[in-house]
């Protein structure tokens, strides 16, 4: 059994479909405080910041997994939208480009910390005008770095994919997986 440090419904499936027992412990952590050079070293400090959070709330009885996701596209970092226009503004960005998809993930139990930096990049097709807006109305974007789905809405216009889409879903299992103490 592991505690998924996180409120991620897309995590727990990733660890449902890989049929780990975890248990979901959610707990907030304020994003906009770290300070950072890059995407690397930003999604990196989240997630530490993230594991120091979960153990100021809850005790280390079980390993537990926390983790962070960003999106690259021309240059910017998107992060999670705050509403529907900023959503749309970001895909709109990614609609027709290469972007890059980074998760940071830390797996910690008392035998053992494991901390993975990927990344994956996606080329998408041009999304179409229809199609955007029914994914933005039925607010499935919520959530998600860059407001991006690529086990979803984006999954159509995938032309090129280099990397997990583990990773690019927010938790990269495949990497996880050789350290897991599931005993």
């Given at each position: 059994?592991?505690?998924?440090?996180?409120?991620?419904?897309?995590?727990?499936?990733?660890?449902?479909?890989?049929?780990?027992?975890?248990?979901?412990?959610?707990?907030?952590?304020?994003?906009?405080?770290?300070?950072?050079?890059?995407?690397?070293?930003?999604?990196?400090?989240?997630?530490?910041?993230?594991?120091?959070?979960?153990?100021?709330?809850?005790?280390?009885?079980?390993?537990?997994?926390?983790?962070?996701?960003?999106?690259?596209?021309d240059g910017r970092i998107l992060g999670k939208a705050h509403d529907i226009n900023e959503a749309r503004d970001m895909l709109y960005v990614q609609s027709g480009s290469i972007i890059s998809i980074i998760t940071c993930m830390i797996y910690k139990?008392?035998?053992?910390?494991?901390?993975?930096?990927?990344?994956?990049?996606?080329?998408?097709?041009?999304?179409?005008?229809?199609?955007?807006?029914?994914?933005?109305?039925?607010?499935?974007?919520?959530?998600?770095?860059?407001?991006?789905?690529?086990?979803?809405?984006?999954?159509?216009?995938?032309?090129?994919?280099?990397?997990?889409?583990?990773?690019?879903?927010?938790?990269?299992?495949?990497?996880?997986?050789?350290?897991?103490?599931?005993?």
């Amino acid at each position: 059994m592991i505690a998924l440090g996180s409120s991620s419904s897309t995590r727990a499936k990733i660890l449902k479909d890989t049929k780990i027992a975890f248990i979901q412990r959610a707990f907030d952590f304020d994003e906009n405080i770290v300070k950072y050079e890059n995407a690397y070293d930003l999604i990196y400090k989240i997630a530490k910041g993230k594991a120091a959070r979960y153990l100021e709330i809850y005790p280390l009885d079980m390993p537990f997994i926390v983790a962070d996701t960003v999106v690259i596209a021309d240059g910017r970092i998107l992060g999670k939208a705050h509403d529907i226009n900023e959503a749309r503004d970001m895909l709109y960005v990614q609609s027709g480009s290469i972007i890059s998809i980074i998760t940071c993930m830390i797996y910690k139990s008392l035998k053992l910390e494991f901390t993975d930096l990927s990344a994956a990049s996606y080329e998408f097709d041009k999304f179409k005008s229809g199609d955007l807006e029914t994914y933005l109305e039925g607010g499935e974007w919520q959530g998600k770095a860059g407001a991006c789905m690529v086990e979803g809405f984006c999954k159509p216009y995938i032309k090129s994919v280099h990397g997990l889409e583990s990773t690019a879903m927010g938790l990269s299992i495949e990497k996880l997986l050789p350290f897991l103490e599931l005993k």
